[in-house]
């Protein structure tokens, strides 16, 4: 009988302190907690979120710009060294020119041959290699 008696609707709803009463307790409190800071966490999220966007747009900002500047630099080298190499083209002209070897020729006092003149030069065959080891392995040994 005693069992029946613990077991009955009216002593089971007025129970206190049971383990369900305590764990739903601190449910409801962690539930209360977490619906407390929701909005928080969702300001901190958004604000990150944003910061993080514009840094990245900062940086990409950044290297355009940097570019740009290397672009520049390259373009004012380009221009140096096209001028450098047109008045080095002009310079070379200038020193192959026929007008002025005749001139320095003539200051040497150096004249045109009056005939020409063909030497045919005679070349000996080059000397033979002596043979070594056996004659099919030569192309092997060398």
């Given at each position: 009988m005693i069992a029946q008696e613990l077991f009955t609707d009216e002593a089971i709803s007025t129970r206190v302190g049971t383990r369900s009463g305590r764990a739903r307790a601190a449910l409801r409190r962690r539930r209360?907690?977490?619906?407390?800071?929701?909005?928080?966490?969702?300001?901190?999220?958004?604000?990150?979120?944003?910061?993080?966007?514009?840094?990245?747009?900062?940086?990409?900002?950044?290297?355009?710009?940097?570019?740009?500047?290397?672009?520049?630099?390259?373009?004012?080298?380009?221009?140096?060294?096209?001028?450098?190499?047109?008045?080095?083209e002009d310079r070379l002209q200038q020193l192959q020119s026929r007008e002025r070897l005749a001139a320095f020729a003539h200051r040497l006092s150096m004249r045109d041959p009056g005939t020409f003149a063909v030497a045919t030069v005679r070349t000996d065959p080059a000397p033979a290699e002596p043979a070594q080891g056996l004659a099919f392995l030569t192309g092997w040994l060398r």
């Open positions: 209360t907690i977490a619906r407390r800071y929701r909005s928080v966490r969702f300001v901190i999220l958004a604000v990150v979120t944003f910061t993080v966007v514009v840094v990245g747009y900062l940086g990409l900002l950044e290297r355009i710009t940097q570019m740009n500047y290397e672009r520049a630099v390259l373009a004012q080298t380009q221009a140096r060294l096209e001028d450098d190499t047109e008045h080095l």
